[in-house]
């Protein structure tokens, strides 16, 4: 069965930084486009970045140039490295493939807040 697994959220000031990582049992990355989402309680969750196997990159507007996300398939880990952190960047961060063909995680709670 696979699990995909969330981590590295918190509690952050505006301006700050964190990384998220993400990794799953059962499957492997390397072969995989992966993504990250986020969701605010009440609204649709929201693609933030995607990752080809190629490691082309993509990111939201509201995103870009403040997020970079990353793999390394040595690891089985994909990454999601948040800087300049604004109160709106607040939800619930999940990893997936662009499709949303693996089960959800938990996911992991980013607050930014002062």
């Known amino acids: 069965q696979v699990q995909v697994v969330e981590s590295g959220g918190g509690l952050v000031q505006p301006g700050g930084s964190l990384r998220l990582s993400c990794t799953a049992s059962?499957?492997?990355?390397?072969?995989?486009?992966m993504a990250w989402y986020r969701q605010v309680p009440g609204l649709q969750r929201e693609r933030v970045a995607t990752?080809?196997?190629?490691?082309?990159?993509n990111y939201a507007d509201s995103v870009k140039d403040r997020f970079t996300i990353s793999r390394d398939n040595a690891k089985n880990l994909f990454y999601l490295q948040m800087n300049s952190l604004k109160p709106e960047d607040t939800a619930v961060y999940y990893c997936?493939?662009?499709?949303?063909?693996?089960?959800w995680g938990q996911g992991t709670q980013v607050t930014v807040s002062s």
């Open positions: 997936n493939t662009p499709r949303q063909t693996l089960d």
């Open positions: 990752i080809s196997i190629t490691s082309t990159t």
């Open positions: 059962g499957i492997g990355f390397s072969f995989r486009a």
